[in-house]
């Protein structure tokens, strides 16, 4: 292989790789803040259900 | 958010930084290397001052790979748990970046990629196989008790070859250069290769701990929100 362009690829590459690996990772990150949000107002929600229909058992 | 968490970004801007660092002075700094030194592609060395860093981090993972592993096959810890997958995740990432470079290098410096007859490239490639496959096992299958159980195992077995391929140039030599710390009488390194060398595993492994925090607290959440949906179903 040529010598400039294995430095080149290999230099590419690699930051290619670790900047990859970084988008990936938030972009996991920012699935899971949403999904645990909605997770969270879904707990909220069932809560409410539950206490209103536990007044109106009253 | 604990301070763990407020020190990510922190840890992976100061080792991308001193990363970039690094490439500068690889790139325009370091000195070319002729014949009279012994490299046949006088730039393409300039590979190494990225590709041993990498190759000193990957260890690192195996060896969060490793103590993970133990963690929670003797103890049954949920944070030896993360650990060991977050080792297996980042070993097996930085072990890509020396399966990355090393090859193009050889195919440069050897005029070939590869060598089946090199103990180290092959204990090498099996560790990163061994990061592979707890890194998939993990993601594609149920967690578990016996499932973790079986993956720790292998985290704690492969873990066997990161002395071997450590010994391997010494050992059995053959197509990857000999260790240049610490090998006997004929090692030795430049002064300023050496240097290059250690400010790039230094930003690297800070990197690498920025990367292990936001992978463990990557899967904190990813239990969290487990634990919600599976409270919700019920």
């Known amino acids: 292989m040529d010598d ?23 972009l996991r990150m920012k699935d899971l803040d ?23 058992e009253e | 958010m604990s301070a763990a968490d407020r020190a990510i970004p922190w840890l992976i801007g100061i080792g991308s930084l001193g990363l970039l660092v690094t490439v500068y002075l690889a790139l325009v700094e370091a000195p070319a290397m002729g014949e009279n030194a012994g490299f046949t592609a006088p730039e393409a060395y300039r590979i190494l001052f990225i590709h041993v860093p990498f190759a000193w981090v990957s260890f690192t993972g195996f060896a969060l790979l490793f103590g993970g592993s133990l963690a929670w096959y003797l103890r049954r810890s949920e944070a030896g748990w993360r650990l060991g997958v977050t080792g297996a995740r980042l070993g097996l990432l930085y072990s890509l970046g020396v399966l990355i470079s090393g090859p193009i290098w050889g195919a440069a410096e050897w005029g070939t990629p590869w060598d089946f007859a090199d103990v180290r490239l092959n204990t090498f490639a099996v560790l990163a196989g061994v990061a592979l496959f707890v890194a998939l096992g993990e993601r594609n299958s149920e967690d578990t008790a016996e499932i973790r159980d079986s993956l720790s195992a292998v985290g704690i077995f492969g873990f066997g070859l990161v002395p071997l391929t450590y010994m391997a140039t010494r050992w059995w030599q053959e197509r990857h250069p000999g260790p240049v710390l610490g090998g006997g009488e004929d090692s030795g390194i430049d002064p300023f290769i050496l240097q290059i060398w250690l400010i790039g595993a230094a930003s690297m492994q800070i990197l690498f701990i920025g990367q292990t925090l936001m992978t463990m607290r990557l899967l904190r959440m990813e239990n969290e929100v487990e634990k919600m949906l599976t409270m919700l179903e019920a």
């Not at chain 1, 949000?37 to 259900?49: D, G, P």
């Open chain 1, 4 to 26: 400039m362009l294995a430095l080149a690829l290999a230099y590419g590459l690699l930051i290619a790789l670790l900047l990859g690996h970084s988008i990936l990772t938030a």
């Open chain 1, 34 to 56: 949403a999904r645990l949000e909605a997770a969270v107002e879904s707990m909220e929600s069932a809560s409410k259900v539950r206490e209103g229909s536990d007044l109106s």
